[in-house]
């Protein structure tokens, strides 16, 4: 935290004026109270109330100076700002090796959960698109703002919407970087600050380099996250045959840190969930520096309330 104007924070030493004077105040009626020897009298005088009511008022007031003063002072703080534009591709593999069940029910279904969880979770001003891709890659929404268009397009995730078997990496990471190019008219001139989110569980088998796909992408300035799904020991049934299908990072991790993203690594849906709300914080915003006087006035203007509600419900008076 910074401060625009920090002289101002010198007042400070006015409030601790005030709170030794309390102090010393508080002292001295002690030491009166002691030498008025009429005990029965004092009682009725000055009946005997619980001490942090008496002081509680006093202590608001203090804590409410204290706080008006950091805000005389103009602070500021890096805050999270979304992106104005800011576009997510998410692109989920739907080859047949996400049919294996090592994680429940299976893979694509607990990508196809945590998906909808991610997107729901972005602000509703973010353009989300999605990818499907197995040995080709298509897009299945567009990136926009309809959040129920979205949640149809994924539920539509499944074995064979491409049409074609297969890795595609790079046709995912090509195809996602197409629809950004087309989000609007300005698009061309002025490309929109994006992410692409990648889910896949296998190494590339057909199609674009993911390499080739990956400059591209650091052309475009678009970093890509990828999401390794899956464990070594998953499989999938074919004609009561068992194929292993072992989860295969390598590829997705060059392709991370070429573009920029950060590489993920899930092994069931709990991960899975951990790894979109970690990605989630970070794309589409951007850190900058902001006035946050108005946190200490506010917080400051609502202890000021509770010494003045104190002081009326126990002694009558305002502080």
């Not at 899975?272 to 946190?295: C, N």
Request: glycine content about 10%; cysteine-free; charged content about 20%.
């Amino acid at each position: 935290m910074s401060w625009q104007s920090p002289a101002r924070l010198w007042l400070l030493l006015g409030v601790v004026a005030l709170a030794a004077g309390y102090l010393l105040a508080q002292r001295r009626r002690s030491r009166y109270a002691v030498r008025f020897t009429n005990l029965r009298l004092l009682d009725r005088v000055a009946p005997h109330r619980p001490a942090w009511r008496r002081h509680l008022p006093a202590g608001l007031f203090l804590a409410m100076l204290a706080l008006l003063v950091v805000g005389f002072a103009r602070p500021h703080d890096e805050v999270r700002v979304p992106r104005e534009r800011a576009t997510v591709m998410v692109a989920v593999d739907v080859s047949t090796s996400m049919l294996a069940s090592d994680v429940e029910p299976d893979r694509l279904s607990a990508a196809k959960h945590a998906a909808r969880r991610f997107v729901d979770g972005l602000p509703d001003e973010f353009n989300v698109g999605l990818v499907a891709f197995a040995g080709s890659a298509a897009v299945l929404v567009p990136p926009g703002t309809d959040r129920e268009a979205l949640h149809e397009g994924i539920d539509r995730l499944a074995e064979g919407a491409t049409g074609v078997q297969g890795t595609a990496i790079g046709e995912a990471i090509n195809t996602s970087l197409g629809a950004v190019k087309g989000l609007d008219s300005e698009a061309a001139k002025q490309p929109p600050p994006a992410r692409i989110i990648l889910l896949s569980d296998g190494a590339n088998t057909s199609g674009m380099d993911p390499m080739e796909a990956a400059a591209e992408a650091v052309g475009a300035k678009v970093p890509v996250h990828t999401i390794s799904f899956g464990t070594p020991s998953g499989f999938v049934d074919r004609g009561g045959r068992p194929i292993q299908v072992p989860v295969d990072g390598q590829t997705l991790k060059a392709v991370a840190d070429s573009t920029g993203g950060g590489f993920h690594e899930a092994t069931n849906s709990a991960e899975l969930r951990a790894v979109y709300d970690d990605i989630g914080t970070s794309v589409g915003y951007r850190r900058e520096q902001q006035d946050v006087s108005a946190r200490f006035i506010g917080l400051g203007l609502v202890l000021a309330m509770g010494a003045a509600a104190g002081s009326m419900r126990w002694f009558s008076r305002l502080p």
